[in-house]
């Protein structure tokens, strides 16, 4: 049984479909890839298994528990983190502060001061800032302490959305060697990325999303040598 | 040395009223903070208060200090009440349906004391008896003490509640981004209603010190207070909760200043322009975010 598994998902805006019948299943320790050019229906995905957005029909079922209906609130609790589309940091709370609200639903004082020490030896800059606030941070230190935030509820899932974007090519490297140790650590990544030649040089699966349907799945190292995804993603 | 005696004197009175107004600026702003709507039925809370206080002290002869605790509790549950019943249903509604909404729960509310307490105004003596004191030439009144005691106490407990404790965090995140809030696993819905509780329990510490200033009690009495209040948390930056502190207190200096030297009769004119002056200068108001985003 997979860890995570989508079950032709179809999510409306309003009048407007933007899912059109989605599914896919991450196993656990897996990264799995869901590439897809701007507008495809990436971010929604991510949005609707985290309760932030309600499908028209569909499931989700996490560890064999549908979680369909499951109030976004009560996520992460269950284990799962969601690392959003443009960090969305709490741009007036320190680093400290926004790595504790990512801990907001664990009790043990002892065990998150652990999380916490693995969380700055992970990302030694959120240490050095820990007292700044993290709207002055660079976008870069912005999406560490996202993903450090994330990781701060011990989730056995992370869902990450757009992790690299807008950030110069130097540290877009960075954040995927992050990645990859997270993964490395046990924790099964679900990637959401438009960079699909980086997201693929780490996933072990990906499906490919254009506009709201899945086109083409495969392994990782199959699909950045398929002809049509080197012309319409990997600008070959 | 009289005019200085004179300008303490009306400081000190201003400081007295624009407590009051930052009391209440505090619901406004943290109610539009965390549930991004103006609820102008904030105002009438303190109406609620006054006559709550009313009804226990000299109709069911409560001592005054259980009072007050009844009070406090009853204002909170009311405004606990109001979001359940008015605003919750219309969470994603579109703000206009909102801010109609409220003033229709200040209506009802105005209408509903009207029915039980009727339009005819009731003496209510103040139930703070502390004895004024005497610094030098100046007489400061026990009320004075007691308004700016509680205010005090009030500001700075609340400052450490939202700044030193989890549910303070909270409330930072749900007012910053209510999403990301969710992602943390913060309950949204339970974090506007203890705001709404706190803003409503405040509104009636407000009520409680009001009344004891008046000594009368009339269906709309929180109307004049409510849109002080009101402009004091736009005038401090609406959202900021040191914002709608220093803005009710600017506010209620200003507005003492002008009664004592300007005139009586223009002492709200000129109040109300000093909010058009404020928004002409900095739209965001004295303390408002300056949002702050980085790629
Ligand atoms: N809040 C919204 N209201 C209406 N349409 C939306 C909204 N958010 C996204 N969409 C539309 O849904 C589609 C998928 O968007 P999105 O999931 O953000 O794509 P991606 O993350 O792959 O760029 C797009 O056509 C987008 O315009
Ligand atoms: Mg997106």
Redesign the interface.
Known sequence: MAMLEVNDLKVYYGVIQAIKGVSFQVNEGEVIALIGANGAGKTTILHTITGLLSPHSGSVVFEGTDITKVPAHKIVSLGMAHVPEGRRVFAQLSVLQNLMLGAFTRTDKNEIQESLEEVYKRFPRLAERKNQIAGTLSGGEQQMLAMGRALMSKPRIILMDEPSMGLSPILVNEIFDIIQSVSAGGTTVLLVEQNAKKALSIADRAYVLETGKIVLEGEASVLMNDDSIKKAYLGE | MALLNGILAQLLNGLRIGSIYALIALGYTMVYGIAKMINFAHGDIIMVGAYALYVFVSLLHVHPALAVVLTIGFCAVMGITIEKIAYKPLRNAQRLAVLITAIGVSYLLQNLALLIFKATPIPFGSIIRVPSITVGEITISGLTMVTLAVTAVVMVGLTLFVNHT?MG??M??VS??Q??????????DRTITITFAIGSALAAVAGILYISQYESLLPTLGALPGIKAFVAAVLGGIGSIPGAMIGGLVLGIIESMSKAYISTQLADAIVFSMLVVVLLLKPSGILG?L?????
Do not use: C, Q, R, W
């Open positions: 989890k965090h909270s930072l995140a910053e981004d999403g990301a809030a969710k992602l943390m696993g913060i309950n949204v975010k949002s702050i985003e980085k790629v």
